[in-house]
């Protein structure tokens, strides 16, 4: 299994990226999938989760109304559109997935058994 995240670089505030990630080695119709952020000093933090129909998606309420969610199952690749960026949204982006849907706490990172090595989102002010 791999997962590969890329999309990841410096903007100003109030700008836009778009990371995407795929999964290799899983099938991507049976995964939920999800984006998980790390800044230096802190703690890994989900940031928003997909199910594996696309049906329901969760953010963390720092990202509501800004960052959108989406997967494409004919290209298998999960995205993660990220607008109105701030400083505060600065670290290591990292896309996870596990096997089947958890609607527990699917933004708990425990949650997740496969991640990528992150991509790096920095936001200048």
């Known amino acids: 299994v791999q997962v590969v995240e890329s999309g990841g670089g410096l903007v100003q505030a109030g700008g836009s990226l778009r990371l995407s990630c795929t999964a290799s080695g899983l099938t991507f119709d049976d995964i939920q999938m999800g984006w998980f952020r790390q800044a230096p000093g802190k703690e890994r933090e989900g940031v928003s989760a997909?199910?594996?129909?696309?049906?329901?998606?969760y953010y963390v309420d720092s990202v509501k109304g800004r960052f959108t969610i989406s997967r494409d199952h004919n290209k298998d690749t999960l995205y993660l559109q990220m607008n109105s960026l701030e400083p505060t949204d600065t670290a290591m982006y990292y896309c996870?997935?596990?096997?089947?849907?958890?609607?527990?706490?699917?933004?708990?990172?425990?949650?997740?058994?496969?991640w990528g090595q992150g991509t790096q989102v920095t936001v200048s002010s």
């Open positions: 997909i199910t594996r129909g696309g049906i329901s998606k």
């Open positions: 996870a997935a596990r096997r089947g849907n958890y609607y527990a706490s699917p933004l708990d990172p425990l949650a997740y058994n496969y």
